[in-house]
């Protein structure tokens, strides 16, 4: 991609502090995200992929700026740059007022449909909302709008009068979609919007978006755990370990040629259907536990379970190091051979 | 709402009002009260010792709208006209001149020393049911109008005291934090100071009329509403629908009052029944302690506590008790109703 970013992440950090005692001193921190840095462009997916509690879905949040609500007091660093008519806009340096000048251009598919609707709003009203709050539509003009929201997203006109309690799991991500599609935002950030759903509508929806990122040419973050799902929508791929980020590149690069250990024994992981191919495979099973991001190991944060890991590894937290084909990986010992067992 | 309901969409709230109307006992103690009270606000046509109309001479007066001195109708003595005199010296002077009095024909405030034979209070007769009071007032007519100021005062104490609690509650739980925790402990000391001697000190001091003492309840009466508001706030910000509004760009009162308040409703509406009861009841304790609402009001305390002076007025002990045990009960199916309704469980017990 030759274009210039849309978004550009540099250095975010997302720690929640910890606090104990009398006197309610701080006494730790909990490093959710821990400084990762990536760039996406227009038009593209960039897949976020990880195990859970790596950060990927704090990341998303971090980007639209919700966490402070449930943790009052989380500490965002970094810089998170929005492309603005050419000129690139720090959003975390801005207050919440001058924040929701751009949200239009950012909005954020969430991961439960059952709780991400407001239960008590009409679908019509759920839908209108952001355009209440964005344009100064007739409110003729705001409904024909909804309407034409909800057969974008394969539902109908005449379901806007609907309770969201009326609908299936997979309709009701659709609504969500259509939600943030209504201030035509250039970017939208989708944390784990299939994993809540059955497969079979997994693929539905997952091919709505696509489609809709077509047509609208959208950017699109996708967060997912799932890697089948991801490598399908992908342009390219972030792959996150316990608030860091180990390797990001293309998508199909990173699959066929992951670099990372974690990468590299993540994705021996994926169900294969073809029992050949998978016993020819070689699995690489990881020992232990993801370390609590309560006490992140030095160094790398991979070290503890890295079949490769050396004594240099807990020294330096090792940086992305492009590879070629803009494929960075933050691993130094990403050429060496997995010992087999 | 912006868009038309179809009959086949239900909101929760319909569905809700659906189930506590299934519920009888609830229902119908809800349809009782709530015209009961409204046929109270017609008190002064029922229960009045004005006349309706009056025609004499051919003219037509309305004195429960307007004062006609007694010497109108030509009648011995000062001041306003006694219409229950006038209705008997028309029907039996056949002038065709007449009087239409209210069904019940007597004021709470009127001393009817002079009509009745003996010393007050009297007991109960076929012209005043439940007898007078030791100033020779009727107690029947005492009881309704108190009804009424009592209802009444027990709604808007109610209505302020959960404004003031819901906005309160919702701003601690919504920004959680160091606003949630120094509130928290501001409510904690604001709570601990014993509401009961605050409200006498204040109208031992002040002449208490009924708006002073509807605000001396509202500011104590709100404490407890918060806790259970900020609890919702708390639960329901963490949902992804708040998030959303966030990520649309919509402000917190927007947030707060639009979107959290809405799923926040069920503490408010299935305690609201309760929080009537113990406004009631406490109206009722402060007019028998004597610092409630300045005399003459009628009000059910003041008779309890003339009763309490000699038991032999038994009148006096028992209307004012089965009338406010009558209420309270009513309004306490009303509560278990709703509380029923606003169970997710689908089966109730109450039918």
């Known amino acids: 991609m030759s274009k210039a970013p849309l978004l550009k992440v540099r250095n975010l950090h997302v720690h929640f502090p910890i606090f104990g005692g009398i006197f309610q001193r701080r006494v730790t921190e909990v490093k959710a995200v821990d400084g990762i840095s990536f760039d996406v462009y227009p038009g593209e997916t960039l897949g976020i992929v990880g195990e859970s509690g790596c950060g990927k879905s704090t990341v998303g949040k971090a980007l639209i700026n919700v966490l402070r609500l449930t943790a009052p007091d989380v500490e965002i660093s970094g810089e998170v740059f929005l492309e603005d008519n050419g000129e690139y806009i720090d959003l975390l340096s801005l207050s919440r007022k001058e924040m929701n000048k751009h949200r239009p251009d950012m909005q954020m598919i969430f991961q439960d449909p059952f709780s991400s609707l407001n239960p008590r709003m009409l679908v019509g009203d759920i839908i209108q909302e952001p355009l209440d709050l964005h344009t100064n539509l007739s409110q003729k003009e705001k409904r024909e709008k909804v309407a034409w929201l909800l057969e974008k997203v394969g539902l109908s006109a005449e379901q806007s009068t609907r309770y969201p309690h009326e609908f299936s799991g997979g309709q009701r991500q659709r609504i969500g979609i259509a939600r943030a599609l209504a201030t035509e935002p250039r970017l939208i950030i989708a944390d784990e919007p299939v994993s809540a759903l059955d497969v079979s509508i997994q693929a539905q929806v997952i091919n709505l978006m696509m489609d809709l990122q077509d047509e609208f040419n959208l950017s699109l973050i996708f967060i997912a755990h799932d890697l089948s799902v991801v490598e399908h929508i992908s342009n390219r791929i972030g792959v996150m370990y316990l608030g860091n980020m180990a390797e990001v590149g293309d998508a199909d690069d990173v699959y066929r040629n992951p670099k990372h250990p974690y990468t590299r024994s993540l994705l021996s992981a994926v169900p294969l259907p073809d029992p050949k191919l998978k016993n020819k495979r070689q699995r690489i099973v990881l020992k232990g536990d993801v370390p609590s991001p309560l006490a992140k190991p030095s160094g790398c944060g991979f070290r503890t379970r890295c079949p490769l890991a050396k004594s240099a590894c807990a020294k330096d937290i090792p940086q992305l190091e492009d590879v070629g084909q803009a494929h960075f990986v933050a691993c130094q010992y990403h050429e060496e051979e997995f010992p087999v067992e | ?351």
């Not at chain 2, 031992?204 to 309840?217: A, E, G, H, K, R």
């Open chain 2, 1 to 351: 709402m912006i868009f038309k309901k179809r009959t086949n969409s239900e909101s929760i709230l319909h569905k809700r009002i659906r189930k506590f109307k299934g519920m009888k006992r609830g229902y119908y103690s809800f349809i009782i009260l709530v015209s009961l009270y409204l046929l109270s606000f017609l008190n002064p046509l029922l229960i009045n010792n004005k006349a309706l109309v009056v025609k004499y001479n051919g003219e037509y007066f309305f004195p429960v709208s307007k004062y006609y001195p007694s010497t109108t109708f030509d009648q011995q003595g000062y001041g306003e006209a006694q219409y229950r005199k006038l209705d008997e010296q028309f029907e039996n002077d056949n002038s065709g001149n007449w009087v239409i009095m209210p069904v019940y024909p007597f004021h709470p405030n009127e001393s009817l020393l002079g009509e009745i034979d003996g010393e007050p209070p009297h007991a109960p007769t076929s012209l005043h049911w439940l007898g007078t009071d030791n100033r020779a007032r009727d107690v029947f007519a005492r009881m309704i109008y108190g009804f009424n100021i009592s209802i009444s005062f027990a709604l808007i104490v109610t209505a302020i005291a959960y404004i003031i609690g819901i906005t309160i509650g919702a701003i601690l739980g919504f920004f959680g934090g160091r606003v949630d925790m120094f509130g928290q402990r501001f409510i904690e000391i604001f709570a601990s100071i014993p509401f009961l001697y605050m409200v006498i000190i204040i109208s031992s001091v002040l002449q208490p009329s009924f708006w002073l003492l509807v605000t001396i309840m509202s500011c104590f009466n709100w404490v407890g509403m918060t806790y259970y508001i900020r609890g919702e706030f708390y639960k329901e910000k963490a949902k992804d629908y708040v998030s959303a509004a966030i990520s649309m760009g919509a402000d917190n009162r927007r947030i707060m009052f639009k979107h959290i308040l809405p799923n926040a409703l069920t503490p408010i509406i299935t305690f609201a029944p309760f929080a009537l009861i113990g406004n009631i009841s406490t109206l009722v304790s402060l007019d028998f302690l004597g610092f409630g609402l300045a005399a003459p009001t009628p009000s059910w305390g003041e008779i309890v506590n003339q009763g309490i002076s000699d038991i032999r007025y038994w009148w006096l002990i028992l209307s004012p008790m089965g009338a406010s045990f009558t209420t309270l009960l009513l309004i306490s199916f009303i509560g278990e109703g709703v509380r029923e309704a606003f169970d997710p469980k689908v089966h109730s017990r109450l039918r």
